[in-house]
Structures are given as structure tokens and as C-alpha cells.
Nanobody, 122 residues
Framework: QVQLVESGGALVQAGGSLRLSCAMSGRTFSSYVMGWFRQVPGKEREFVAAISRSGMTPNYADSVKGRFTISRSNVKNTVYLQMNSLKPEDTAVYYC???????????????WGQGTQVTVSS
């Protein structure tokens, strides 16, 4: 059974930085495309970034492009999301996900973590 465990969420001031991590167990990490999504109450889960199995093809939502960087370590079975120049509108629960294709929609991903809260104060 695949397990994804996120960490790194916190309260941070606007303009600050955070790095989220998501560790996978139970399957071969390098076999999966990895993605990050976020969700605020009352809204649909929103695509943030995705990365191919090799790590050579990152994809970002326009709202985070230039500020966030997705990366992965197939040795440590972990995907990361480095978030810089954070804004209050980045406040959300952030989820990592594993799937078969680099996609921007949640149904394309098969496995999900439990989420980690990121709060950006103004």
C-alpha cells in the first residue's frame, strides 16, 4: 500500500519561504509522477506543480511560476516543494500526490497524502 506523508507546513509571514517534503513508502517512488495540490475550505483542490519520474520536466500553475520549485530525490523517495516570496493567497492545505502522467487535474493522481497546512500572514 502506498503511503505519502507530507511535512514542512507552518505559519510564515508574507515574503517568506517554506520547503514542503513528501515521503513515499510502499511502492517504487521512481515509477510515479509526483504532484503538489492545494485546497482552501469551500474550493476545489488546485494544481500547484508536478514533476516527471526523472525530475527533468517540472510543470507549474501560473500563480506560482517563478516563486515555487518542485524537485525530487529518487534516492530518498521524497518530493519537495520550495516556496519563496509567499503571499497570503498561498494559504491552504498542501497535498502531495502520485500518479502515472504529468497532469494538472486531481483525478489523474492515484495516491494522496494527508496534507500539511501552510498559512501566510500579511
Amino acid at each position: 500500500q502506498v503511503q505519502l506523508v507530507e511535512s514542512g507546513g507552518a505559519l510564515v509571514q508574507a515574503g517568506g519561504s517554506l520547503r514542503l517534503s513528501c515521503a513515499m513508502s510502499g511502492r517504487t517512488f521512481s515509477s510515479y509522477v509526483m504532484g503538489w495540490f492545494r485546497q482552501v475550505p469551500g474550493k476545489e483542490r488546485e494544481f500547484v506543480a508536478a514533476i516527471s519520474r526523472s525530475g527533468m520536466t517540472p510543470n507549474y500553475a501560473d500563480s506560482v511560476k517563478g516563486r515555487f520549485t518542485i524537485s525530487r530525490s529518487n534516492v530518498k523517495n521524497t518530493v519537495y516543494l520550495q516556496m519563496n516570496s509567499l503571499k497570503p493567497e498561498d494559504t491552504a492545505v498542501y497535498y502531495c500526490a502520485a500518479g502515472g502522467v504529468v497532469a494538472t487535474t486531481a483525478p489523474e493522481y492515484e495516491y494522496w497524502g494527508q496534507g500539511t497546512q501552510v498559512t501566510v500572514s500579511s
